[in-house]
C-alpha cells in the first residue's frame, strides 16, 4: 500500500468498523439475557471488541472480536463506547482530510507537467 489515497481509504475503513464496534455494543448495553439462561452463557450478549493493527507497507487494519471475560473493562461500557465514537469520527474525518489532500496534490503534479 504505497499511495497516500490507499493508506486514508484503510484508516477510513478502520474508523468505520469502530463506528459499528461501538454502535452494536451502545444499542445492547441493556440486553437481558433470557430467563432460562445461566450465568455466562454462550447465548447472552457478548460485547464486540475492536483491535485496530498497523499494516504492512502502510494502512491499518481492524479486527474484531467478541471481548474475553478476562479482558479489562469487559461488558459495555457507556462512557468509553461514546468515546470510541468521536475518536471514529474524528478518524474519519481525517483521512477524509489526507485523500482531499493527495488528489489535490496529484491535481498540481498533472497541471505542472500538462
Same mark, same amino acid.
Given at each position: 500500500? =504505497?499511495?497516500?489515497?490507499?493508506? *486514508?481509504?484503510?484508516?477510513?475503513?478502520?474508523?468505520? +468498523? %469502530?463506528?459499528?464496534? &461501538? #454502535?452494536?455494543?451502545?444499542?445492547? *448495553?441493556?440486553? =437481558?439475557?433470557? #430467563? =432460562?439462561? +445461566?450465568?455466562? *452463557?454462550?447465548?447472552?450478549?457478548?460485547?464486540?471488541?475492536?483491535?485496530?493493527?498497523? @499494516? %504492512?507497507?502502510?494502512?491499518?487494519?481492524? @479486527?474484531? %472480536? @467478541?471481548?474475553?471475560?478476562?479482558? #479489562?473493562?469487559?461488558?459495555?461500557?457507556?462512557?468509553?463506547?461514546?468515546?470510541?465514537? !468521536? &475518536? #471514529? %469520527?474524528?478518524?474519519?474525518?481525517?483521512? !477524509?482530510? !489526507?485523500?482531499?489532500?493527495?488528489?489535490?496534490?496529484?491535481?498540481?503534479?498533472?497541471?505542472?507537467?500538462?
Amino acid at each position: 500500500m =504505497d499511495s497516500a489515497s490507499a493508506i *486514508a481509504m484503510s484508516g477510513m475503513f478502520a474508523a468505520e +468498523q %469502530r463506528l459499528n464496534v &461501538a #454502535a452494536w455494543n451502545i444499542a445492547n *448495553a441493556t440486553t =437481558d439475557p433470557p #430467563a =432460562d439462561a +445461566q450465568p455466562n *452463557a454462550v447465548n447472552a450478549f457478548q460485547a464486540l471488541r475492536a483491535d485496530q493493527t498497523e @499494516t %504492512r507497507g502502510g494502512g491499518t487494519a481492524v @479486527t474484531v %472480536r @467478541t471481548q474475553f471475560p478476562n479482558d #479489562a473493562f469487559s461488558g459495555v461500557d457507556l462512557p468509553s463506547e461514546a468515546i470510541q465514537v !468521536v &475518536a #471514529a %469520527r474524528y478518524s474519519f474525518a481525517a483521512n !477524509v482530510a !489526507v485523500m482531499r489532500t493527495a488528489a489535490q496534490m496529484q491535481k498540481v503534479l498533472l497541471d505542472t507537467f500538462a
